[in-house]
């Protein structure tokens, strides 16, 4: 343990997601014993799709889906079918691999227009995920990290969205100027559990600087990622961990 944060090293990025796996498996078990349904906010990108896919490839029957309720950290303002399409690389790596009722499969409307949906995804959340603090409490949410620093899509350009006050914002790329939605910072923060997969050498640099250093400058999103009562873990693999000194 770091301060109040968990850290993780995996030889390989396979290693983590098959220990990530085995984590969201216990994390869903134990829920389904409380009859409440587990509410997980996952993320796009590339790096979580191992995961899914030792999630849809190994343990597709494993999990009792219909008490898990899946939505997405943030979404990129395209249609499903368009290869930046979060939803649509989680499609295919596990949900078409899965049976879990389409009710529970929360997506964001990427082709809609953003400022509706943001609105409209945050009325969408509230109708499933419990509210403590006045926010949304999710009970797991998977974090990625940029290079830059960014999480979800709150990027160094756009860190008001830290505090923002709503559930979900509108957010834009600061390089390529795509148009997302995002869960705000507070919503992030105020989860049960909230878990940061990180690999690559490329990120190495970034991720000794919030975790040995704790980002003095709060330059970097990531690093303002404190949930207030839950718990924050960090799974790594060797190459994005391989700067860290402190653990
Ligand atoms: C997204 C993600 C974003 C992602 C990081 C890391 O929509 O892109 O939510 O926050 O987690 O950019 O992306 P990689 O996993 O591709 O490195």
New binding site residues.
Partial sequence: MTGNKQIMIFKTPEDLAEELAKKFLLLVSEKDKTGTPFTTAI??????KLFFSIIGNRYPDIIKWDNVHFFW??E?CVPPSDIES?FGMTKEMLLSKIWIPEDNVHRIIGEADSEKEAERYSQEICRTVPLRNGFPCFDLIL????EDG????IFPSNKYLLESRKICATSVHPITGQV?ITLTGPVINNARQIIFMVTGKKKSAVLQKIIDEGDPSEQFPAARVKPLNGTLEWYLDAEAGSLLKGI
Avoid: C, F
């Fill in positions: 993320s796009g990108g590339s790096t979580p950290v943030d990129r979060n974090l990625g990290m940029g960014h999480t979800a899509s997302r």
